[in-house]
């Protein structure tokens, strides 16, 4: 066995969106990595998750990663940014629902990324191609995983490939190689929740269906007739599709599930047979809800799917994983860098936990009650097509379900506290500058430039948001807190909307920023004892420590 040696600083399992992920916020923060994905590249596979959320893309997009890219490749901006919910594709249609909250001067985007709906490989494809741009990451594929030590000093990797097997070392290792993740076995993490809620099986399509769905385009399909019950998945409506129907747990056996199977159960639910239907892939899995009991062992950690494992009715799962990686990067960085002890690291998990927990919740919630609609269903349709009543009922009940697909709140709405919360309402986000809360966005124009109050913070150190009539003293202010940098709005802001941070700044107050974007404190004039509790803030957060070893 060889050892290899390439002063890669962090060692990430997982070449997936959010090991990409992780790999990109960290180069961006100036440090080094390898990630090992033990797949070599394949022409095509299966779509997976599809939406990516406000909140995901506002951090794609602090890191430079293109987002306008991102939306173009998306095909639903002009396809119906919906679901519908039909007893066949071509037959009766009994309501719909939107996937995100409609948008206009009077009620404004609460953000500068819109959700958008993705195919998952095409989202990999667009981080593969910043991380190859940047020089501080190495992606090597056809890498396994098979074991690790963690010591005080640092962590090895051992790593079979093609060429045979390997070890590497480095400061952390980061796991981020999925629900089945063998660096979580191998560290003895175990999971908490409901390991089997139902088997389920994802059907990848090729079909030209735009014949079928011009008249109602939508994102997903929901068929309700319980002789051919599931989910279509719209991707591209002229290629790109996944059926999921819905098994039944005592009915499941993979074996049945051939491509000519597949294609009569993606015709049933059509209402035709006449459509060529190309079968590309057929992804058997569990339908899960788990937690990890640890998110960390040693210099060890766990990310996105390694840590969690939630129903997709919510589309959650994705999202939690790319604000995993975001809120672990800038504090891997801040103690790589000395800048703040070891006890910053500890706060991953107490963030990050407890908002997988609410997620978890809300995507349980969501399958259990599909379940109260597909039964309506069963009972309105088992004599035929429904009548007015039975299209009416199907049509109310269709309408308690927005909180499966409208979920503003539980995207952009959580606080890391203490103590961590979700949002009050799962369908709708208040501003809020309390701590733990994400910093509200409003759009501004200052100099001539456009740009989002998301924009002005430090992606590496925390950030003193300020009103330029203030700057000189809390400039002076900033001798006592060395983790912070200054970012002064000028006395003249064009907001094109209320921003809830402005009158906190025009009177002479601040907010300080951590460098994910959550408010850490706001303090309403400079003085000694704001300068007091700004210094506490950054001391909960361990940079003190680092001051104090240095």
């Not at 396994?144 to 060429?163: H, K, L, N, R």
């Not at 991953?348 to 995507?363: D, G, K, L, M």
């Not at 701590?435 to 509200?440: H, I």
């Not at 300020?466 to 060395?482: E, F, I, S, V």
């Amino acid at each position: 066995m060889r050892t290899v040696c390439q002063n890669a600083r962090v060692l990430i399992v997982g070449g997936g969106p959010v090991g990409l992920a992780m790999a990109i916020f960290l180069a961006r923060l100036g440090h080094r990595c390898v990630v090992f994905e033990k797949k070599l590249p394949r022409a095509s596979s299966a779509p997976k998750a599809h939406v990516l959320n406000p909140r995901s893309l506002e951090i794609c997009r602090s890191f430079g990663i293109d987002v306008q890219a991102l939306r173009e490749l998306s095909a639903h901006e002009t396809d119906g940014n919906c679901a519908r919910f039909l007893d066949r594709l071509t037959g009766t249609a009994f309501g719909k629902l939107p996937l995100d909250t409609p948008y206009d001067a009077v009620r404004p985007c609460p953000s500068p990324t819109p959700l958008l709906n993705l195919a998952q490989p095409l989202f990999e494809s667009v981080l593969l191609q910043h991380a190859q741009t940047l020089p501080e990451i190495e992606v090597r594929r056809g890498h396994s995983f098979t074991a690790c030590t963690s010591a005080t000093e640092g962590v090895t990797v051992q790593i079979d490939s093609p060429d045979g097997a390997y070890v590497e070392s480095g400061s952390h290792l980061v796991a981020a190689d999925g629900a089945n993740s063998a660096v979580r076995d191998v560290l003895g993490i175990a999971m908490d929740g409901i390991p089997a809620i139902r088997p389920r099986v994802t059907i990848h399509f090729e079909a030209d269906l735009r014949a079928l769905v011009r008249d109602r385009p939508a994102v997903l399909y929901w068929i309700l007739d319980p002789a051919a019950h599931g989910t279509f998945i719209c991707y591209d409506a002229a290629s790109t599709w996944v059926y999921t129907p819905r098994v039944a747990p005592e009915a499941f056996d993979r074996a049945d599930y051939t491509h000519d199977h597949c294609r009569r159960l993606i015709h049933a639910a059509l209402g035709t047979d006449q459509v060529p239907v190309e079968i590309r892939h057929v992804v058997p899995w569990m339908m899960a809800a788990q937690v990890a009991e640890r998110y960390a062992q040693g210099r060890c950690f766990l990310v996105g799917d390694a840590a969690h494992r939630f129903p997709p009715t919510g589309g959650f799962g994705l999202n939690t994983g790319i604000q995993d990686a975001h809120n672990l990067a800038w504090k891997l960085a801040a103690v790589l860098e000395g800048r703040a002890g070891e006890a910053l690291l500890a706060s991953y998990e107490a963030e990050r936990q407890p908002v997988a927990r609410i997620n978890t919740a809300q995507s349980v919630h969501n399958a259990q009650k599909l379940t109260g609609l597909f039964a309506l269903a069963a009972d309105t349709l088992a004599q035929g097509p429904a009548d007015a009543g039975g299209r009416a009922a199907l049509g109310a009940e269709i309408e308690t379900h927005r909180e499966h697909f409208l979920s503003e709140g539980m995207q952009l709405g959580f606080t890391y506290g203490p103590p961590v919360q979700g949002a009050p309402d799962p369908l709708h986000y208040t501003p809020s500058l309390a701590p733990g809360a994400r910093l509200p966005h409003a759009w501004f124009t200052a100099a001539g430039a456009r740009r989002s109050t998301l924009d002005l913070v430090d992606l590496k150190r925390c950030t003193l948001l300020a009103c330029q009539g203030h700057a000189t003293q809390w400039r002076a202010a900033l001798a006592d807190l060395p983790e912070c940098t200054l970012a002064a709005l000028p006395l003249v802001v064009d907001f094109e909307s209320d921003w809830l941070g402005a009158a906190v700044l025009r009177a002479g107050g601040a907010i300080l920023v951590r460098p994910d974007g959550h408010i850490a404190r706001v303090v309403q004039r400079c003085d000694a004892q704001a300068r007091a509790a700004l210094q506490a803030s950054l001391e909960g957060l361990a940079f003190e420590a680092a001051s104090t070893a240095a």
